[in-house]
């Protein structure tokens, strides 16, 4: 089994700043793809960043040049820096990764608990 352990949200002023982290644990092989997703009171989740393996990035409009999304593969470890910070971005944030756990087994998608970001106005 692989855990991911997200850590980060808090309560901020509208403009202000919070990075968020995400370590995977367990047996894993390798891992792909990592990324955020957050959901709103009343919304469905919704992708905000991903990352490859390789350090490609992919961002929902709404945050593009605000959030930067990054990785260390030697940590296991998926890290989400959110600048300018809005209203709108309040929800629970939650971490993905993409995990093949042994060499010939099929990836499997693991998600973190969630952790909660508040922005105020």
């Known amino acids: 089994q692989v855990q991911l352990v997200e850590s980060g949200g808090g309560l901020v002023q509208a403009g202000g700043s919070l990075r968020l982290s995400c370590a995977a644990s367990g047996r894993m092989f390798s891992i792909n793809a990592m990324g955020w997703y957050r959901q709103a009171p009343g919304k469905q989740r919704e992708l905000v960043a991903a990352?490859?393996?390789?350090?490609?990035?992919n961002y929902a409009d709404s945050v593009k040049g605000r959030f930067t999304i990054s990785r260390d593969n030697a940590k296991n470890t998926v890290y989400l820096q959110m600048n300018s910070l809005k209203p709108e971005d309040t929800g629970v944030y939650y971490c993905n990764a993409n995990v093949r756990e042994k060499f010939f087994s099929a990836p499997v998608t693991y998600w973190g608990q969630g952790t909660q970001v508040t922005v105020s106005s």
């Open positions: 990352i490859t393996s390789g350090g490609s990035t």
